[in-house]
């Protein structure tokens, strides 16, 4: 896939709401570095260490959350789960992805959910729970977990896992309203932009997004056109809020969004 066409995928909200988010990070980075050094009295000059702490601790985590993996997941590749590995190897491919990211498997107590993240400045890995991969090797359906898959592949490919691109958002995440308004809007941008590229490559995977709503053997049961027809009716204001209070856009806003071609609503 083409950066022209990644470009195009793009949810149209995301890269403005980044610079919004970048711009008041950065505010927020030279005021905490500055505020103690030109007022020390008022705040003691220790805290000019806020910065450098937030980097290596979030650093830390990246290497821990890694390390979990080695330690306790399973690790994907030719003669380890070989379709799903296959799976990514050609999404890889397909978008021009510098290296095949390491992947893994690991059960998290029947939680439906897989991720995709970067060792700080090292390596790009994706995190499939259990019970997503069932999807394919317990039912049979490899399209919905090449959704899935594509998903989360698209992330890497769209930048946002990126030690840089998190930690210049960092700051948001701990001013509430700010937080609200800002940080969990781009997050859901950034989920439609990973949902468009995904039934892209995987256009037969559509059912992959009510599995996270109806588990991975129900979700072959759901009724899909009756579901998209609850998801055309208009949204009250818990829909609203429970929306705008989300990392993730209402699962109903997605199915819509992909079913036709259209960007999702962010608020
Ligand atoms: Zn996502």
């Known amino acids: 896939m083409l950066d022209s066409e990644i470009k195009n995928l793009r949810h149209p909200a995301e890269i403005p709401l980044f610079i919004i ?5 950065i505010f ?8 103690p050094i030109l007022y020390p009295e ?18 830390f985590v990246s290497g821990q959350t890694y390390g979990g993996m080695m330690a306790n997941a399973i690790k994907l590749s030719e003669k380890q789960f070989p379709e799903l590995y296959e799976i990514i190897k050609r999404l890889s491919s397909e978008l021009n992805l510098n290296e095949v990211p390491d992947a893994f498997l690991i059960q998290e107590g029947g939680l439906i959910n897989a991720f995709a ?29 090449e959704f899935i898959v594509a998903h989360e592949m698209a992330h890497i490919k769209a930048g946002h896992v990126t030690l840089l691109y998190n930690l210049s958002i960092f700051p948001i995440a701990f001013v509430p309203v700010l937080k609200n308004l800002l940080w969990t809007a781009l997050s859901r941008a950034r989920e439609y932009t990973s949902d468009r590229i995904a039934i892209r490559l995987a256009p037969s995977g559509k ?5 996270l709503s ?16 609850t998801a055309r009716t208009p949204e009250g204001f818990w829909i609203w809020s429970t929306n705008l209070l989300s990392t993730h856009p209402a699962l109903v806003r997605r199915v819509k969004a992909i079913n036709e071609n259209m960007p999702g609503r962010i608020f």
């Open 28 to 35: 927020i980075y030279i005021t905490l570095m500055t505020i």
């Open 207 to 211: 059912k992959g997004l009510i599995v």
């Open 117 to 145: 993240t970067r060792l700080y400045f090292r390596r790009n890995y994706v995190v499939f729970y259990a019970d997503v991969v069932e999807v394919a090797y317990m039912e049979g359906d490899f399209d919905s977990l």
């Open 214 to 229: 109806a588990g991975e053997h129900l979700y072959r049961d759901v009724n899909y056109e009756e579901y998209l027809e």
């Open 42 to 59: 008022e705040l003691g000059v220790e805290y000019v260490l806020v910065v450098p702490i937030a980097i290596a601790f979030l650093s």
């Open 21 to 25: 988010c970048l711009l008041v990070s």
